[in-house]
């Protein structure tokens, strides 16, 4: 079978020919193929993004590009099937590390900008939206938690906007399917924050997945300790006491709240529950528009959770601790 379209080089490409998110109508027949070996090939792919909103620029909760950089270097350097979106600052370094793998055969990029997602139209009023709040005084002094003015859901629609997109990029990932594969599985381009031991050891991630369900992980305090080293270093976060239920979270004690209940770094599912989430997802978002509120994906997703329990297989775990719960093997993770 033929591989993935490749691009002539990569100055070229990013100039003159861009891959741009791919057309919903595409029909099945156009999609490219891998030349992976029956006996070697997988039933997963994994999806991720990678866009510049200018974090490097904050005074708080700064994160330079380089350091995503550093960061995504154990997820790109994984022998599995990969799906990227990504804007002109990162193009290149994902290209070429993928190259110097070995692994443009598995490799499939889309070079993208912020406004290309349906959900950047809702921009403004997210602006309009977080800035009101931020002049807001009485608010933050009588109920909403005063460390989450910084924060970036509560500063930057641009984030929002982002980290709300991810579903959208799955739902792209499984209707393009360029590796023909059940599952897809959006993993943060920044998992484990340069943390290699949370990734396998052998660089192949087999996992295992139930279908027709989203599959994702509940961060608990418990579960919690033996990484908040690493968190911490970049943001405080409360988790969830151990085992208490998602569905006594709402809105209210969710919104500008420091509760992490689900990784938001970690989704999981088929073609089927992938389009139902998507849809929910983006709905949601502009729901809470509509009620003068945005937030990350993290409420969003436990408020879809919240309303269609029936999609969703919960896991409760670390916060960076899927390669091991859902891999075959945990002793082929280093701890």
Known sequence: MAPPSEKPSTNETS????????NTHRPPHTRPTTTVPPDEKDDVTIVTALMDIGRGDWDRYRRPLEQYHIFMENLLSLQNNMVIFTDTSSYDFIHKYRKNMGEMHRTKIHLITLNDLPLSRHLDAANKIIQEERQDDR?????????????PEARSAEYDVLVNSKTYFLYNATLEDPFSTEFFVWIDAGYGHGNQSVFPYSNKW?????????????VEAAAFKEFQTVLWRWFFVQLTPVHDSISGYTIDSLYRR???????????????SIGQLHTLVHRKFIELTYHNKVDDDQTVLVLVINQHPHLFSITHGDWFDAFRLFGPDEHHYMR
């Open 258 to 272: 420091n509760w992490s209940v689900v990784s938001g770094g970690f989704v999981a599912g088929d073609k089927r």
């Open 139 to 151: 608010l933050w002094r009588s109920i909403w938690d005063p460390a989450m003015k910084d924060h």
């Open 15 to 22: 100039r003159n020919n861009p891959t741009r998110i791919i």
């Open 206 to 218: 087999k996992p295992r997945f139930p279908r027709n369900k989203i599959s994702l992980i509940k």
